[in-house]
Structures are given as structure tokens and as C-alpha cells.
């Protein structure tokens, strides 16, 4: 189905400004489950109100938008109203906010008791959240009104979306999986004759950069501020919701490490040091705000690390103006935190969640509505190229520049592998990206899920910490034999070995619970 031209970039960065939000509510007391099970008779008269009059039940939606042009969107929101309706009797206000004001927007309406229905979040919002009550547990709503959701994404999947044993959010279905990734520029990578199209290995692309950077001084073999996530990120290890604390090897074994002290990380910081000193790095790698596409169309950027599925080089393609192709570092896997990258949440202040519900289901079931949500309106957002095998394009005078819905984001809207696909990916690209799922590599610890309520000033600390050093360290541009031990005894004094007790900790119960040694 449709190929969503999202960036590994714009996930990552979705995930970062996610973990910053530290989410209101604060006051709230009892358990995520009881608040979630207990409500306010004010609510439940409005929910019962809006339900037995026959009038459509009113819903808002919250979702995000990386600042795509969204001019269409008010007709695409009163064409899924007009579609939604007959269905399950509701109409809904589709709120899309910027993501770099998501988190604030997000505190704002959860402090309060601004009605909000359904709202798309992500792994270390969906917790903090949680943890502070502000969610509804989803068990018996997916039971009675999404039990197709249950069916296509699977128990094990919905697992890595439990905090305290309650299912508080439900994953998109999309690339759940993650692979590491190098994507270059293939014209230039065939004009200097590097040879990338045979590289394997960091080593492999080491050499290539080599060649490169003596034919063309000025050639930068990565890009951006950004482009060195998932390199750090996702290497060959799982992350547990956050790096304070990791299963290295994917979780073969349950123990939990300090990564910053692995033989890998060490590994991967000393290299990136040597190639920013040889010139492979763009030299304003720590300071630079210019985007990949900018970047990219100066032509002296080559390359950048990314996330890999199987839709990535035609999507980037795309959206950075020039043919795109990847080598292949870290074989696809799974992860509890890979699966919360993008999920939808009833917050606790939803008037109408079993309405909520309902349409989240349609969302995963319909393609009429995923098409809209994904793409907007036929012949105005986008125009179908190929009838029988269900792949559409732009209309004629349309493009990524001047389009006017943001059609980038079927990450996010619940299930995008029943939807269109966009020219340029495979015809096939939804079975692709199915087997690529399915095939992945599964972390041991997949399904669970880290509380941090007991570590909250810790992983504060460590944050902070991170925060300070990570950038410089990771893009190459600081000595690793100078400042990697200062980061790591920084780290310790913020408290990342009790954060990683405590992983252990829940890790061990969770797997004691599930027969998982």
C-alpha cells in the first residue's frame, strides 16, 4: 500500500521531542489503571449524553505535522466526516500541530480538561503519560470495539504497548521493524566512481569515502545534525525505551548493560572521530539547522545514516531531489521501543472513548478512510495513476514543493498498509514491507515495556547529561579519548546505574510473568 514519504530523520526526531515532554496532571492520584477505570460522573453523563440522542457523537483528534503544507485540510476533515458518519454515527476535528510544539500542546491539554479522543503519541510520551494517569486503559475497548485492531496487529505487538500490565496505546502498522542504514546519493556515487554499491561494511564505506573525499575535497560523507540517530540509537542493541540502560545483542541475554561503556559504543565514537577529522563528516555537523534537502542540494553531501524499510530509497529520493540507495548495516529487528515509535492513545479526558475507539478501528480496517487520511481528496491532493494495482501521484501542476496536504505522515495514520501506493515504490511494497516485519529479528524482551516512575530524577540527570556531551562525541567532532570518560562518569554520577537496576529489575519480572528465561 502506500509508500508514506517519511524520513528515518523525522522519526527520530518525533521520538526525541517526545521524550522531553514530562506531561501534567501531576496532582493526579491512584493508579494509571485506577484513573483510567474510575473517571468523573461529569464525563460519563456527557459520554451518555452524546450517545442516546442520535445526534453524531463529536470527537477530537490530535496528530502531528513536521510543517508539510496543509492547506486542503479542513475539506479533507469535512469529506471524513461526511464518510465517518453513516458509519459509526460521530463526527471528528482532525487538530494537526507542529511536532516541535507537540509535547507543550500536549501538557497543556492534559493539565486541563480540554477533551481530547484520540492522540497519536510515542513510546517515552505514551509512559510518562500513563504513569501520571492521564490515559485510559484500551483492554476492554479493543475487546468490544477493536478487536479487528487486536486481529491485525497481534497480542505480541500490542504487548510492547502495556505499562503496568494495562494497554494504554495501540502501534501504527507500518515498518515496525528497524534496520541501520547508510543512504547515499547513487549520481554522485557513480560520477566519483566509489563503488558504495558494493560496500557491506562501515569499513567498506570507509574506503569509499576515502576515494571520495580525494577526488572531491569538499564532499561531505554525511550530512546534517541529525543523520547519526540511528547509528546510535539502533545499532545491534535494544534499547529499552531509552538508552540508560540496554540489552546489547538485541537481548539475547536479559541483562541489562550501560552502553556508553560498551566495547561498541566505543568502537562506533572512536571511528566517527576519525573520519570528521579526515574530512568525511560535515565540519558543521554540531552547529548546522539546515535540512537534509537543503543540504543535499548544494550537491557536496553524499550520504547520511537512517533507519531502513523497504520504501526508504524511493521516498528519499523524493524528498531529497536526487536517486537514492542504501547499504544495509544491521539486519531488521524488533523491539518494544521500534513498536512504540508512532501509537494512538484515548487520553483519560476523552468524553467519548468507546466512540474513540469505534473510529480508531475504522482507521485500521477501512481503506476508504486511510486513503483520505493518508492522502486526502481524489483529483484535488492527489490523482489515481494505476487503478488496478491501487497507485496514485500528484495532480498535474503538483508536487513535494507545492502540494497542498501533507500526504508525508501514513506512519501515523493508524493502519497505511491498506492504503494506496505512491508511485515510484513497488506495486508490491505493502507485501514487502509485511515480510519485512515479520522476517525481523525479535528482541528477546519484545512486549516489554520500562517503567521509569522510580527513576524519574535520574533519567532527568541522565538526559541532561547527554544532552551536553552526545552531539560532539557521536558526530566525530570531539575527542572520544578526552571526553568519553567524562561523559560516562557523568552519567554515573547522575544515576544511571540505579536506572539500569531498576530495568533489570522490572525485566526480570516481566520475563519471571512470562515463562521468558
Wanted: net charge negative; with cysteine; hydrophobic share 35%.
Amino acid at each position: 500500500m502506500k509508500r508514506k514519504r517519511i524520513t528515518a530523520l523525522m522519526m527520530a526526531t518525533f521520538m526525541a521531542a517526545s521524550a522531553l515532554s514530562g506531561c501534567g496532571q501531576s496532582e493526579q492520584t491512584g493508579t494509571p489503571q485506577q484513573e483510567a477505570e474510575t473517571g468523573t460522573a461529569d464525563t460519563q453523563e456527557t459520554q451518555m449524553a452524546g450517545e442516546t440522542s442520535g445526534e453524531p457523537v463529536h470527537l477530537e483528534l490530535y496528530a502531528i505535522s513536521f510543517g508539510g503544507n496543509n492547506d486542503s485540510l479542513e475539506k479533507v476533515n469535512q469529506a471524513v466526516n461526511e464518510y465517518i458518519e453513516p458509519l459509526i454515527n460521530a463526527d471528528v476535528k482532525l487538530n494537526i500541530v507542529n511536532f516541535g510544539s507537540y509535547a507543550q500542546q500536549v501538557n497543556l491539554m492534559m493539565s486541563g480538561d480540554e477533551q481530547v479522543d484520540l492522540m497519536l503519541s510515542t513510546g517515552s510520551l505514551t509512559s510518562a503519560l500513563a504513569g501520571q494517569g492521564a490515559l485510559s486503559g484500551l483492554d476492554e475497548l479493543l475487546a468490544q470495539q477493536g478487536s479487528d485492531i487486536v486481529e491485525i496487529m497481534g497480542e505480541d505487538v500490542l504487548a510492547s504497548c502495556k505499562y503496568g500490565g494495562t494497554t494504554y496505546a495501540v502501534p501504527t502498522n507500518r515498518d515496525l521493524a528497524r534496520s541501520v542504514c547508510y543512504y547515499y546519493r547513487d549520481d554522485i556515487n557513480q560520477e566519483l566512481g566509489l563503488g558504495l554499491e558494493n560496500a557491506k561494511t562501515l569499513d567498506d564505506i570507509e574506503q569509499c569515502f576515502g576515494i571520495m573525499h580525494e577526488k572531491d575535497p569538499d564532499m561531505a560523507g554525511i550530512a546534517g545534525n541529525s543523520t547519526l540517530g540511528a547509528v546510535f540509537q539502533y545499532w545491534d542493541w535494544d534499547p529499552i525505551s531509552n538508552n540508560y540502560g540496554v540489552l546489547l545483542d538485541l537481548g539475547s541475554e536479559l541483562k541489562v548493560e550501560n552502553l556508553f561503556e560498551s566495547a561498541g559504543y566505543t568502537e562506533l565514537v572512536e571511528r566517527m572521530h576519525e573520519w570528521y577529522q579526515a574530512g568525511y563528516i560535515y565540519q558543521e555537523i554540531t552547529t548546522s539547522t539546515v535540512s537534509n534537502p537543503d543540504l543535499f542540494a548544494t550537491g557536496k553531501m553524499l550520504g547520511y545514516f537512517a533507519n531502513g524499510n523497504p520504501t526508504m530509497d524511493n521516498s528519499q529520493s523524493q524528498m531529497l531531489g536526487g536517486p537514492i540507495k542504501h547499504i544495509e548495516l544491521v539486519e531488521p529487528y524488533m523491539s518494544s521501543t521500534t513498536v512504540q515509535t508512532a501509537c494512538w492513545t484515548i487520553p483519560h479526558n476523552s468524553r467519548h472513548p468507546e466512540k474513540a475507539m469505534e473510529l480508531l478501528n475504522l482507521m485500521y480496517t477501512d481503506s476508504n478512510l486511510v486513503n483520505l487520511l493518508c492522502y486526502g481528496i481524489e483529483g484535488e491532493n492527489y490523482v489515481v495513476k494505476d487503478a488496478e494495482q491501487g497507485i496514485i501521484g500528484y495532480p498535474e501542476g503538483q508536487d513535494a514543493q507545492n502540494r497542498t496536504y501533507d500526504n508525508t505522515l501514513g506512519w501515523t495514520w493508524g493502519n497505511m498498509l491498506i492504503g494506496y501506493t505512491w508511485e515510484g515504490d513497488d506495486p508490491d511494497i505493502h507485501e514487502q514491507m509485511t515480510t519485512f516485519n515479520n522476517s525481523a529479528r525479535r528482541s528477546k524482551a519484545l512486549g516489554f515495556t520500562f517503567d521509569p516512575t522510580n527513576v524519574q530524577n535520574e533519567t532527568t540527570a541522565c538526559a541532561n547529561v547527554y544532552a551536553k556531551y552526545a552531539l560532539g562525541i557521536e558526530s566525530g567532532s570531539l575527542d572520544p579519548a578526552e571526553t568519553l570518560p567524562k561523559f560516562q562518569e557523568e552519567l554515573r554520577a547522575a544515576g544511571i546505574d540505579t536506572i539500569i537496576a531498576e530495568k533489570q529489575r522490572q525485566l526480570d519480572e516481566w520475563a519471571a510473568a512470562n515463562g521468558i528465561e
